[in-house]
Nanobody
C-alpha cells in the first residue's frame, strides 16, 4: 500500500513561487507514474501535471505550462511541483497521486493512491 504525503503549500502573493513535495511511503514510488491535481472550492478536481517513473513523458495542463515544473527523485521516493509566477486562479488544494502501470495519465480515476492535499492560496 502506497501512502503519499504532500507538503509545501501556503499563502503567497501573485507572482510568487512555491515548491510542493510529495513523499511516498509503504512502497517505492520509483516504479510508478505520479501526478499533481488540484481542486478549488466549488470546482471539480483538475489535472495539473504528470510524470513517468523514468522522469520522462511529462504532461502539463495548458494553464500551467511555462510556470510549473514537475520532477521526481526516485532515490528519495519524492515528487515535486515547482510553481512560479503564481496567479490567484491557482488557489486550490493540491493533491499528488500515483498509479500502477507505466504511463502517466491526466485522468484522476486512473490513479490508485492519493495524498491528503496541501492548500495553496495566492493573493492578488
Amino acid at each position: 500500500q502506497v501512502q503519499l504525503v504532500e507538503s509545501g503549500g501556503g499563502l503567497v502573493q501573485a507572482g510568487g513561487s512555491l515548491k510542493l513535495s510529495c513523499v511516498a511511503s509503504g512502497s517505492t514510488l520509483s516504479r510508478n507514474p505520479m501526478a499533481w491535481f488540484r481542486q478549488a472550492p466549488g470546482k471539480e478536481r483538475e489535472f495539473v501535471a504528470a510524470i513517468a517513473s523514468s522522469g520522462g513523458n511529462i504532461r502539463y495542463e495548458d494553464s500551467v505550462k511555462g510556470r510549473f515544473t514537475i520532477s521526481r527523485d526516485n532515490a528519495k521516493s519524492t515528487g515535486y511541483l515547482q510553481m512560479n509566477s503564481l496567479k490567484p486562479e491557482d488557489t486550490a488544494v493540491y493533491y499528488c497521486a500515483s498509479r500502477q502501470g507505466s504511463v502517466p495519465s491526466s485522468r484522476a480515476p486512473q490513479y490508485d493512491y492519493w495524498g491528503q492535499g496541501t492548500q495553496v492560496t495566492v493573493s492578488s
